[in-house]
């Protein structure tokens, strides 16, 4: 199985500020890069597609990038709402993995 | 829309069964696979398989084999999860999500809203 490890598991930050959350995968996965965001009690929501293809109707503060091993998901500035629970899914495996998650919080 | 509704809360004794159902809407439904995927309490998200709406035929990921079954019933636009013998570490949120994508990409979206299933004495 491809292995996806996230860094940070868990961030403070403030409204406004930019931030980055980081996505490994075990060996290379190409742009097979999948970003959801998870509420507190809500289902996963598909952000980014295919390491860096905005969703749509996901707002355009949100980007990906990279492609390989290494990914980054970056939210340009932070609002209120952005604050849930990230997580990264590889789709270059039949049998599809996903990250740790990593959980932005409140600075 | 495109829209996949889950069936409600069970709590179920420990050795018990219980059956999920994920009712699509706004879209073929023979046309996209139908994924599973578990989040216990606390923890990240665990794809469990999936099945082939046009076929029928279910993958199932390693440690969900033997009591987890995938089905459908094509004729409700529904999938359907069943687990037997439950335990209590299969206490849980259950997703089912489609198989979305273009090219050799895919990703899952929609997500059902999730069926939380508590085994508990």
């Known amino acids: 199985d491809i292995q996806m490890t996230q860094s940070p598991s868990s961030l403070s930050a403030s409204v406004g500020d930019r931030v980055s959350i980081t996505c490994r995968a075990s060996?290379?996965?190409?742009?097979?890069l999948n970003w959801y965001q998870q509420q507190p009690g809500r289902a996963p929501n598909l952000l980014i597609y295919?390491?860096?293809s905005l969703q749509s109707g996901v707002p355009s503060r949100f980007s990906g990038s990279g492609s390989g091993t290494d990914f980054t998901l970056t939210i340009s500035s932070l609002r209120p709402e952005d604050f849930a629970t990230y997580y990264c899914?590889?789709?270059?495996?039949?049998?599809?993995?996903f990250g740790q998650g990593t959980k932005l919080e409140i600075k | 829309q495109v829209q996949l509704v889950q069936s409600g809360s069970e709590l179920k004794m420990p050795g018990a069964s219980v059956k999920v159902s994920c009712k699509a809407s706004g879209y073929t439904f023979t046309s996209y696979p139908m994924n599973w995927v578990r989040q216990a309490p606390g923890q990240g998200l665990e794809w469990m398989g999936w099945i082939s709406p046009s076929t029928g035929n279910p993958t199932y990921a390693q440690g969900f084999t033997g009591r987890f079954v995938f089905s459908l019933d094509t004729s409700v636009s529904t999938a359907y999860l069943q687990i037997s013998s439950l335990k209590a570490e299969d206490t849980a949120v259950y997703y089912c999500?489609?198989?979305?994508?273009?090219?050799?990409?895919?990703?899952?979206?929609?997500w059902g809203q999730g069926t939380l299933v508590t085994v508990s004495s």
């Open positions: 060996r290379s996965i190409s742009t097979y």
């Open positions: 899914q590889q789709s270059y495996s039949t049998l599809p993995t």
């Open positions: 295919a390491a860096s």
């Open positions: 999500a489609n198989t979305r994508g273009y090219n050799t990409h895919n990703w899952f979206d929609p």
